[in-house]
């Protein structure tokens, strides 16, 4: 858990034994517990946007799960909110007011999606239908068994990931280094292809080393392997 002591000058500290307090909520978001229906409405008809993204932007404390799901109460979620029929904007309304409802009266349940491995992919208080069949749905008794259950494989894959570069970093370095040995052995190889060659023109330079001038750079001798040298 981060601490945001009280010398930090942070309006909500953090501390263990202290009262938690909520975040202030954004000033440009309104609270969903507290909207009228002529409110929504208003806000719908000056929105420009596709339903998920009005449910974030003007709403707070909606997660993008959340408002993925409501959006799908529209017929048509990725059309422009001002451009809905009044059927589809009811949709969306009654979807919010459920949800706000169900929180009033204590009826929201844990849910958590979990992948083919069984990991929770992602965790919720209503269920989701936004993703068919592509994960399994699990409800719990309480929240606080989906939420130790995401963090603790979350901070487990984070581990194993730290462990695993841990280990990479010296076996990589070894191996640019060995890569980088072949790179040489390979060139010197090439260069070996034509030692045979070489090896009879320094013995012909050795033989006629008397008739080689000072400074030439270049000379015809006789071969001594049977053929005419340069």
Do not use: H
Not at 89 to 94: G, P, T
Not at 132 to 161: C, H, N, V
Not at 208 to 228: C, E, M, R
């Amino acid at each position: 858990i981060k601490r945001i002591n009280l010398d930090s000058g942070a309006a909500r500290p953090v501390l263990p034994g202290l009262l938690y307090r909520f975040p202030a909520p954004p000033e440009s978001k309104t609270n969903p517990l507290s909207v009228s229906k002529e409110e929504f409405f208003i806000l719908l008809e000056n929105s420009g946007v596709e339903a998920e993204r009005f449910f974030s932007r003007k709403f707070w404390g909606l997660s993008p799960l959340l408002c993925r799901e409501l959006a799908l109460a529209s017929a048509e979620p990725d059309k422009a909110c001002s451009e809905l029929s009044e059927k589809d904007k009811e949709s969306l309304w009654y979807a919010l007011s459920s949800l706000c409802n169900l929180l009033r009266k204590g009826g929201l349940k844990p849910y958590a999606l979990e992948d083919k491995t069984g990991r929770i992919f992602d965790f919720s208080c209503i269920p989701i239908r936004q993703y068919g069949r592509l994960y399994t749905q699990m409800e719990y008794k309480t929240f606080s068994e989906p939420l130790d259950r995401f963090f603790s494989e979350r901070y487990e894959s984070a581990r194993i990931l730290s462990l695993r570069a841990l280990i990479l970093k010296p076996v990589s370095a070894a191996a640019a280094k060995l890569e980088k040995k072949l790179f040489i052995q390979r060139e010197e190889l090439k260069s070996s292809e034509r030692r045979e060659e070489y090896r009879k023109k320094a013995d012909i330079l050795s033989a006629f080393a008397f008739k080689i001038q000072k400074g030439v750079s270049k000379i015809t001798l006789p071969n001594l392997y049977g053929q005419q040298g340069e």
